[in-house]
Nanobody
Framework: QVQLVESGGGLVQAGGSLRLSCAAS?????????MGWFRQTPGKEREFVAA????????FYTDVVKGRFAISRDNAKNTVALQMNSLKPEDAAVYYC?????????????????WGQGTQVTVSS
């Protein structure tokens, strides 16, 4: 079992930055291959934001955040971070961290086995 806890959400003005962090505990690097960030707004499906393969560090992004967001991991601390720059009002959502045993289809929420509770990001215009 893996437990994921997000932190770092909050209120920021458009154009500003936030850094989200996700701490994994329990059975960690031996039982998951990749981690990802998803986001969800009321009435919409949870959508992919970014993912990283744990061992290789290979990253993946949805097009709308490329060049603005960066996902990274700290193997020693079992954490994954999402640095969000040049935030826009449309980036506002609850952001979820997730872990998966798979190395493929990382942009698909159904790929993921474990989820955090989410952290709210609000962007004022």
């Amino acid at each position: 079992q893996v437990q994921l806890v997000e932190s770092g959400g909050g209120l920021v003005q458009a154009g500003g930055s936030l850094r989200l962090s996700c701490a994994a505990s329990g059975r960690t690097d031996s039982t998951y291959a990749a981690m990802g960030w998803f986001r969800q707004t009321p009435g919409k499906e949870r959508e992919f934001v970014a993912a990283i393969r744990w061992n290789s560090g290979t990253t993946f992004y949805t097009d709308v955040v490329k060049g603005r967001f960066a996902i990274s991991r700290d193997n020693a601390k079992n954490t994954v971070a999402l640095q969000m720059n040049s935030l826009k009002p449309e980036d506002a959502a609850v952001y979820y961290c997730a872990a998966t045993l798979s190395l493929i289809r990382l942009n698909n929420r159904n790929t993921y086995d474990y989820w955090g509770q989410g952290t709210q990001v609000t962007v004022s215009s």
